[in-house]
């Protein structure tokens, strides 16, 4: 079935920009990905990838290996009951030691600041196929870490997604604010949940207003949130 779906794509070489913006927003890291179609198979291809950088926004192999087939599946379709045969035509190039295929002692973020990078093939598929490709997510994934210890000396810590919201697509608007592709569909966490672990107070947590952008499909507000 994937196979039929790829195929179904003209065969060519289409590229994508990755903009990687966590480590220094005045100058995002920038390379090409490219998607090359060739009857039923599916490469794409890192190789343009930066060498792997001294701050924890690396990916590891098996993080961009994974992200890629969720990004390239969510494009063809049809793929609720994916199992290990969906993925036999996708091949996905790297450079061991690169920023996508990180090497010891190199610190990793698991996938979190990668997201953007990998979302440069919905870049390259959307100029072949755009009716099948939506709007990319609003940023990366921004999740606050805190700990810390109570007063009686035990250890409190959690984490909160602060979730942007998903990009229209071209037959709907985009989903209510989720987490990115790559995470599957784990939401936001509850507010109460959270401030009952962490000695936080959320004072507000809601839509922002007029963020979905233009278009006859907008894209999913983003959340305002005040700590």
């Known amino acids: 079935l994937a196979r039929e779906k790829i195929a179904a794509i ?7 920009i990755a903009t990687v913006e966590g480590f220094d927003p005045d100058d995002p890291l920038r390379f090409e990905v490219v998607v090359e179609v060739a009857g039923s198979d599916l490469i794409v291809d890192y190789t343009a990838a930066p060498p792997q950088l001294a701050t924890p926004f690396n990916l590891l192999h098996a993080a961009t290996l994974g992200l890629s087939r969720a990004y390239v599946l969510t494009v063809i379709g049809g793929t609720d009951g994916a199992n ?75 984490a909160f997604n602060m979730t942007a919201g998903q990009g229209g697509c071209p037959t709907h608007d985009g989903a209510s604010p989720l987490m990115d592709l790559g995470a599957g569909d784990m939401r936001a966490m509850s507010c109460e ?35």
């Not at 922002?208 to 233009?214: F, I, N, Q, R, V």
Request: glycine fraction near 14%; proline fraction near 9%; charged fraction near 15%.
């Open 10 to 16: 003209p065969d060519g070489r289409y590229t994508g």
């Open 84 to 158: 290990d045969g969906f993925m036999r035509p996708i091949q996905v190039l790297t450079t061991p030691g690169s920023f996508v295929h990180a090497m010891p002692p190199a610190p990793v973020s698991m996938y979190f600041q990668g997201t953007q990078a990998i979302r440069a093939v919905f870049g390259a598929l959307s100029q072949v196929v755009p009716d099948q490709v939506a709007a990319s997510v609003g940023a990366a994934l921004n999740i606050l870490l805190a700990f810390g210890m109570n007063p009686d000396g035990t250890f409190w810590g959690g």
């Open 193 to 227: 949940v959270f401030e009952s672990r962490a000695p936080f107070v959320i004072d507000k947590f809601e839509l922002a207003c007029d963020a979905g952008g233009a278009g006859h499909y907008r894209g999913s507000p983003g959340l305002d949130i005040d700590f």
